[in-house]
């Protein structure tokens, strides 16, 4: 686990957010914003999309769930993700992962996968289904946004503005899946 240290800071990042939470250090979040817990799920979202703070978006996600109305605080929390979604965007080539992705793509799994996806006996359409339902399962996921974003970005030469309604959607959606758990389990 050496060859890939981000990712395992990553891990450790989902393992200190999750210990600070039950600790009790986002109880006050909706508090420290006068009652607005909406301005919470708005931070929240711009941390959700960046690998590193993806479990403390999640974290005051879960501390606000019960305060807001999930279908709203998604929109709100999709616009705050699709925002940092918009800086990663642009500046993909100094993404922090960008090496280790290198890296990830030589190991044995990786090739093997790869091997059957390139393969003859998949067509290019169902090739490029795959590879677009990844990468919106990754935005959509608290998993870093940077995976998704490259995926997109060598897949396909979308426009900003299309790349922008699809980051808001995919965010959206996965943030408001992260509000229903979170409420069917209060």
């Known amino acids: 686990m050496h060859k890939f240290p981000k990712l395992l800071l990553l891990f450790g990042s989902f393992i200190l957010a999750y210990a600070l939470y039950h600790a009790g250090l986002f109880d006050g979040m909706a508090k420290a914003f006068n009652g607005h ?12 999309s960046f690998g590193f703070t993806a479990a403390f978006g999640i974290a005051i996600f879960a501390e606000v769930a019960l305060q807001v109305h999930p279908l709203l605080a998604a929109l709100l929390g999709g616009f705050g993700a699709f925002l940092s979604d918009l800086l990663i965007f642009q500046v993909i080539r100094f993404s922090i992962f960008h090496d280790e992705l290198h890296r990830l793509k030589s190991t044995r799994l990786f090739l093997w996968f790869s091997e059957r996806l390139h393969s003859e006996s998949v067509p290019e359409h169902l090739r490029r289904i795959f590879l677009w339902s990844f990468a919106g399962l990754v935005i959509a996921s ?3 946004d940077e995976f998704g974003v490259s995926l997109i970005g060598g897949i396909s030469s979308l426009k900003t503005r299309e790349f922008s309604l699809l980051c808001f959607l995919l965010n959206s959606v996965g943030i408001f899946v992260v509000f229903l758990l979170v409420r069917a389990a209060s």
Request: neutral net charge.
């Open 37 to 48: 817990g909406y301005v919470s799920v708005f931070l929240g979202g711009i941390l959700f």
């Open 142 to 144: 608290p998993l870093p």
